[in-house]
């Protein structure tokens, strides 16, 4: 039985994130506490009948916390869950898929942006107070969108929403989904995940922006570089996992590939050894391409929903997991 209202605590558990704030802001009268550490989850998880976390979970507070009765994701990926015991318990669980689509798409066409107009370059020419002059090597200036061709791997709510985006720049876009008869919406065309090999050498751009699932792990990975134009440009706004980085980076070292914008490695971050720290044709962002000043209120509303359809007794829940 899901707790009334009354008696209902909820744990807001990250470490950066402002939920609890924003939450209250809403004036619900819902009892509720934050933790901003992990120990302070591990000690305090007994208390909780929700809890809001993302990496900060671990599964051993399943068994740990008895009255958990529904985890709101606060991220889209739910990878870091046992949904197996957590069905085993009668614990929901339901991601906040969609809440950072918009955000992460235009953070995605951004880093595509940045690699075509070498944007990194000329912050770090600003940075050691250098004005490049004009270049008469073709390979060496500044591009053009329109006209080139973008592969995404993950047409869902973000892959949806880059292509739209990307086809405001006149590119021509392939979309990759793990069932091509859901449509192609602004894609092109679209295919399955067993067409990369044919479908890659097309591209000039591949964005990840597909989940992190058995299917989408190491996607990319040496058999799929080997077949990309050596000018072609890899982003990844999707998970870490989905890439071979051991791959990548013999691949960006040989010159197989021209250059790579992430932001997502794996781990998080990048090893301090770690080539991709160093490497003049790769740009690292830190895991923000969904991070926004709404992220907070998205994540709250889905939140809200869930737990009025909980206390309606309906079965199903907005982006449920389990």
């Not at 949904?83 to 809440?99: D, F, N, Q, W």
């Not at 392939?174 to 894609?187: K, W």
């Not at 050894?273 to 969904?290: A, E, I, K, Y």
């Amino acid at each position: 039985m899901f707790p009334k209202r009354e008696d209902l605590t909820i744990c807001f558990a990250h470490a950066a994130y402002q939920m609890k704030a924003t939450f209250d802001a809403l004036n619900t009268g819902i009892r509720n506490f934050e933790v901003r550490e992990r120990a302070d989850l591990d000690r305090r998880i007994g208390e909780a009948d929700v809890v809001l976390a993302s990496g900060m979970w671990h599964n051993g507070l399943i068994l740990n916390g008895p009255r958990l009765r529904f985890i709101q994701s606060i991220s889209s990926g739910t990878d870091q869950y046992d949904k197996a015991i957590l069905a085993a318990r009668g614990i929901r669980l339901a991601s906040a898929a969609g809440v950072n689509a918009r955000a992460v798409a235009e953070h995605a066409i951004g880093l595509i942006l940045a690699l075509a107009r070498r944007l990194p370059e000329a912050r770090d020419n600003q940075a050691r107070s250098h004005w490049r002059g004009m270049i008469g090597d073709l390979s060496g200036r500044e591009d053009e969108l329109g006209g080139k061709t973008l592969a995404i791997i993950g047409l869902g709510r973000i892959g949806g929403r880059l292509a739209r985006l990307a086809k405001a720049f006149d590119m021509t876009v392939i979309g990759f989904r793990r069932d091509p008869s859901l449509g192609t919406g602004d894609a092109d065309a679209v295919h399955a995940l067993t067409a990369l090999k044919d479908q890659l050498p097309k591209a000039d751009f591949v964005a990840l922006t597909c989940p992190l699932t058995p299917e989408t792990a190491h996607v990319i990975n040496a058999d799929t570089l080997g077949v990309m134009r050596k000018s072609v440009y890899l982003i990844n706004a999707a998970r870490g996992g989905c890439v071979d980085e051991a791959a990548l980076i013999v691949a960006l070292n040989d010159g197989r590939i021209a250059g790579a914008a992430l932001d997502c490695t794996d781990p998080e971050p990048p090893a301090a050894d770690s080539p991709l720290w160093t490497l003049p044709n790769v740009f690292l962002t830190p895991h923000t391409g969904g991070e926004t000043t709404r992220y907070e209120a998205n994540v709250i509303e889905i939140l809200m929903e869930n737990l009025d359809r909980l206390w309606r007794g309906e079965t199903v829940l907005r982006n449920q997991i389990v």
